[in-house]
C-alpha cells in the first residue's frame, strides 16, 4: 500500500495548480536542470542569465572535448586495441556524437525551449482536464501512465550508468589489480579510455582520478541520453491523449431531439452544433500544430538517434557473438537496453499515429445527415483534414513508429550477419 501511494501520491488533481506540479514533471525537472535544459526562465521560474550562457557552453565544450578524445585515442592506439576494445570505443564515441547533437540542437535551442513551455503551460491534459467526464478519465490515466514511465526510465538509466562503469572496476577487483602494482602486462580496465596527460593504465592514482571522471560523464550522457527521451515521450502521452479526448467528443456528438425519422436539427440547436464543430476543429487544428512543432524541434534528434541505433546495434551485436564470458557480460545489458530504449520509444509514437487514424471514421460518424448546407460544409472540411493520421516525423524524412523500428532492427540484423561472415 506504501509503494502504490508513492507512485500516485498526486493522483488527485484536487491541490494541483499547475503541469509542474505533478510528481514525474518534478522528477524530469530535477534530471534536466542538472544538464542546463530545463526552460527555467520560459517558465517563470528565476535564472541567472549569464550563469545559464556559461553552463550552456561549458556543456558544448565538455561534449566536444570528449568525442575529439575518444577520436584521438582511437587513433593513437588504433594498433594496440583488442576487438572488444575497438568496439567498445566505437560505441562510445557514437554516444558522444548523439550527446554533442543534443547539446546543439536542444540545450541551446531557444525553440525547443518554447515548445516545452508549451507543453507545460497549454498542452498538458491538466488544462484540458474539465471538459468533460471522458476528459478527467483520460486526465488520470496519461497521469498514471506518465508516473510509471518515468520511474521505469529514470530507474533504467542509473542502472544502466552503474552497470556500465561497475562492470569494468569488478573486473580489476577481480584480477587482483587493487592488492598492488600492477604489472605491465595487467593494466587497469576502464569503462571509456581517453588520451589523459597521466597514466591511467598501471598507477592506481591516475586510475581513480580517471574512473571517478569516467562517472561523471556516464551520468551526464545518460541524462542527455534519456531525459530527452522521457520529455519526448511524455509529450507524446498527452498527445495522445488530446485525440482520445477529440475522439469520445466526435464520437458523444448529439443527435437531433426529435425522434421522428430523418428528423433535422432544429435552428436553436443547429448554433449549438456549430459551435461544437468549430470548438473541434481548433482543438484538432491546435494538436496539429503542437505535433507540427514538435517535429521541427526533435526531429533531427531522432533522425540521429535512429541512426546511433542503426550503428550500435550492429556492433553491439558483433561484440556479443564473441559469446565469450566477458563479451556478453559488458555489452549483453547495453545491447539489451538501447535495443529495448528503441522499441519502446518507437512503440510510443505509434500510440498517437494509431489514436488519430480513428478521428476521420468519428468525424464521418457525426449525424452530418441532419445538418444544414453551411454545418455540412464544416464536417468536409474536417474530414479532409484528418484522412492522414498524425505522425512525429524525424527530419521531415520518415514516421517514427514500429515501421522504421523494424527496418532498423531487419538492417541491423543484415549487416551483423554481412560482418560476422567477414
Not at 491534459?125 to 506518465?146: G, N, P, W
Request: aromatic share 14%; hydrophobic share 45%; charged share 15%.
Amino acid at each position: 500500500m506504501g509503494l502504490r501511494q508513492f507512485l500516485f501520491e498526486n493522483e488527485a488533481v484536487e491541490g494541483i495548480n499547475s503541469a509542474s506540479d505533478y510528481l514525474y514533471i518534478k522528477v524530469l525537472r530535477f534530471m534536466l536542470l542538472i544538464v542546463n535544459s530545463w526552460p527555467r526562465k520560459e517558465i517563470g521560474e528565476p535564472e541567472s542569465p549569464k550563469f545559464s550562457a556559461f553552463v550552456k557552453y561549458f556543456y558544448l565544450v565538455v561534449t566536444v572535448l570528449a568525442s575529439a578524445g575518444f577520436i584521438l585515442y582511437i587513433v593513437k592506439h588504433n594498433s594496440e586495441l583488442t576487438f572488444l576494445e575497438t568496439g567498445h570505443m566505437y560505441i562510445v564515441l557514437l554516444m558522444s556524437f548523439i550527446d554533442v547533437s543534443r547539446v546543439t540542437t536542444l540545450t541551446m535551442s531557444t525553440t525547443y525551449r518554447e515548445v516545452a513551455r508549451d507543453f507545460l503551460t497549454k498542452i498538458h491534459l491538466f488544462y484540458y482536464k474539465d471538459r468533460s467526464k471522458q476528459a478527467m478519465e483520460t486526465h488520470r490515466a496519461v497521469h498514471k501512465i506518465a508516473h510509471l514511465f518515468t520511474l521505469w526510465l529514470v530507474s533504467q538509466m542509473l542502472s544502466g550508468l552503474s552497470l556500465f562503469n561497475l562492470i569494468p572496476m569488478y573486473s580489476n577487483y577481480a584480477a587482483g589489480r587493487f592488492s598492488g602494482e600492477v604489472s605491465k602486462n595487467s593494466t587497469f580496465e576502464h569503462s571509456m579510455y581517453y588520451p589523459y596527460p597521466f597514466d591511467t593504465s598501471t598507477d592506481i592514482r591516475g586510475y581513480c582520478i580517471a574512473c571517478i571522471t569516467h562517472w561523471i560523464i556516464s551520468y551526464l550522457c545518460s541524462t542527455w541520453f534519456c531525459m530527452f527521451d522521457l520529455f519526448l515521450s511524455l509529450m507524446v502521452f498527452h498527445l495522445w491523449g488530446h485525440f482520445k479526448i477529440l475522439n469520445y467528443t466526435l464520437n458523444d456528438f448529439p443527435r437531433p431531439s426529435s425522434k421522428v425519422e430523418a428528423a433535422k436539427y432544429s435552428d436553436e440547436e443547429l448554433v449549438e452544433v456549430a459551435a461544437r464543430l468549430k470548438d473541434c476543429i481548433l482543438y484538432h487544428r491546435e494538436i496539429i500544430l503542437f505535433t507540427d512543432r514538435m517535429s521541427n524541434v526533435f526531429g533531427p534528434m531522432l533522425f540521429l538517434y535512429y541512426m546511433f541505433h542503426q550503428a550500435s546495434g550492429c556492433l553491439l551485436l558483433l561484440e556479443c557473438s564473441q559469446m565469450t564470458a566477458q563479451a556478453l557480460i559488458r555489452y549483453g545489458p547495453l545491447t539489451i537496453i538501447l535495443t529495448q530504449q528503441l522499441i519502446q520509444l518507437s512503440v510510443i509514437f505509434e500510440l498517437v499515429g494509431s489514436e488519430s487514424d480513428k478521428l476521420k471514421h468519428a468525424v464521418y460518424g457525426v449525424p452530418w445527415e441532419c445538418m444544414d448546407v453551411k454545418n455540412r460544409r464544416l464536417v468536409v472540411i474536417f474530414l479532409a483534414n484528418t484522412q492522414e493520421p498524425v505522425h512525429v516525423k524525424a527530419m521531415g524524412v520518415a514516421n517514427v513508429g514500429v515501421t522504421s523500428m523494424a527496418a532498423i532492427l531487419k538492417t541491423s540484423m543484415s549487416y551483423f550477419t554481412f560482418l560476422r561472415s567477414m
